[in-house]
């Protein structure tokens, strides 16, 4: 089966760092991914992350180790609009497989 | 122009009725997805379509059925709706793995 871990919920201080954990056990893995979805509106994609380490993009980082199961993505400088839904979501075997998405972690920024 | 839009945004109707929900990509990917996000914000998939093909069907009730003419579409027929059915409905599509899904705007569905 598949199972996918991340915190329900996070506050944190406009211009801070955050770093948003998401645990993993599935059958397979071909990748994991983060989105971010605003309320009301459709996830988009933030970042994708297939072999251990790091990958930055702005202020925005995601790291991957595969022998824990592990990723987590890191938010910099936070800004107000940064208030979202944060989801984690692996793709478990190759070709086009579907997305298996944790449940989410509603982040709040406040000033 | 939209990537992947979907029709309609939003969706109130009585119990026992029967809807649709349409979907249509321009970014020429072959693989098509619907998802539903209940209240809690999980997003659980539906169903997968690879080039007209259904590829994926996870545990739906049978009064869901999708319907794809062509790779650029694919829909969703809902019969004798329940209240449980109330969510977002999301339409994806997605070409190889790395560059991860294009998801529509959503179709809010609301059973009273």
């Known amino acids: 089966g598949q199972n996918i871990d991340q915190p329900t919920e996070m506050t944190a201080t406009e211009g801070a760092i955050v770093q948003i954990n998401c645990t993993y056990q599935?059958?397979?893995?071909?990748?994991l991914f983060w989105y971010q979805q605003h309320a009301g509106e459709a996830p988009t994609f933030l970042s994708y992350n297939v072999l251990d380490g790091l990958e930055e993009k702005g202020r925005f980082s995601s790291f991957l180790s595969r022998s824990k199961g592990y990723s987590y993505l890191l938010l910099k400088e936070l800004q107000m609009k940064d208030s979202a839904s944060y989801l984690c979501a692996v793709s478990a075997q190759s070709g086009n497989t579907p997305l298996v998405f944790g449940k989410g972690t509603r982040l709040s920024v406040i000033a | 122009d939209t990537a992947v839009s979907q029709t309609p945004k939003y969706l109130v109707t009585q119990m026992g009725n029967d809807k649709s929900i349409k979907c249509e990509q321009n970014?020429?990917?072959?693989?098509m997805y619907w998802y539903k996000q209940d209240s809690k914000k999980f997003l659980k998939i539906m169903f997968s379509y690879n080039n007209k093909e259904l590829i994926i069907n996870e545990t739906v009730p049978n009064r869901f059925s999708p319907k794809s003419p062509d790779k650029a579409h694919l829909n969703l027929h809902i019969n004798s709706l329940e209240l449980g059915d109330s969510a977002v409905y999301f339409c994806?599509?997605?070409?190889?793995?790395?560059?991860?899904?294009?998801f529509g705007s959503g179709t809010r569905l609301t059973v009273v």
């Open positions: 970014l020429g990917h072959d693989t």
């Open positions: 599935t059958s397979g893995f071909n990748g």
């Open positions: 994806a599509s997605s070409q190889t793995v790395s560059y991860g899904y294009t």
